[in-house]
């Protein structure tokens, strides 16, 4: 059973930064992609903001591209995204999800909250 559980989310000023963490458990193979998306408030589709390919190639929201970073550590089965200079727009649950032998998996999400 793949388990994803996200941390480290909560309420920062404008410019503040978060690292968002995902612990995952259950999948057999380390090497895995893994993606961050988020949930603004009021809307109803998840939006894509980092992606880390099994290789490690990494790819970014434009939205976001020189602010976050994704990384990964295999041998914690942990996923990360680091986000510095945050903005009110960042403002959303951020979720972990990751594709594994053709199901996708999702965590329960972490609230990120940018206000003064």
């Known amino acids: 059973q793949v388990q994803l559980v996200e941390s480290g989310g909560g309420l920062v000023q404008p410019g503040g930064s978060l690292l968002l963490s995902c612990a995952a458990s259950?999948?057999?193979?380390?090497?895995?992609?893994a993606n961050w998306y988020r949930q603004a408030p009021g809307k109803q589709q998840r939006e894509l903001v980092a992606?880390?390919?099994?290789?490690?190639?990494?790819n970014y929201a434009d939205s976001v591209r020189g602010r976050f970073t994704i990384s990964r550590d295999t041998a914690s089965s942990m996923v990360y995204l680091q986000m510095n200079n945050l903005k009110p727009e960042d403002t959303a649950v951020y979720f972990c999800?990751?594709?594994?032998?053709?199901?996708?998996?999702w965590g329960q999400g972490t609230q990120v909250t940018v206000s003064s």
């Open positions: 992606r880390i390919t099994s290789t490690g190639f990494t």
């Open positions: 999800n990751v594709p594994v032998s053709g199901a996708t998996y």
């Open positions: 259950g999948i057999s193979n380390s090497i895995y992609s």
